[in-house]
């Protein structure tokens, strides 16, 4: 992967952020704080032809409010969208500022509260 593709636009936006890691899971990149993921990066994932992040929600009516409001750039990933995931889509013209924000958030919703009392991200 070069320098500027999406799975290390994805991985700097992750590992900049606090105590945060990079471990495969099933197979997939995927990140990590105090051992609970963030972030899983997805590319072709059982051949669907797709590049995604799948991030964290913060229960299911805000994952159904994303896919809705912008279902070019949200779906419900397999595996993951039954917690209440989302896949953002990282094909075409990402608004990388958008997905940066949303692993973001994602990780704060991890984090143990000890980070986010220390000032989080």
Known sequence: MT???PL???RAAALVLPESAEKVSHGQP??????RQFAQFRDDH???GMTVVC???ADADQQAMLIEANPAVYS???YLGASGW???DL???VDWALVEDRIARSWELAAPRRLLEAGGR
């Open 8 to 10: 290390n636009r994805v």
């Open 91 to 93: 094909g075409g013209d």
């Open 30 to 35: 995927s990140f990590f704080v105090a051992d």
């Open 86 to 88: 989302v896949a953002m």
């Open 46 to 48: 059982h051949g669907d």
């Open 76 to 78: 419900r990933p397999s």
């Open 55 to 57: 991030v964290k929600t």
């Open 3 to 5: 320098e500027t593709s």
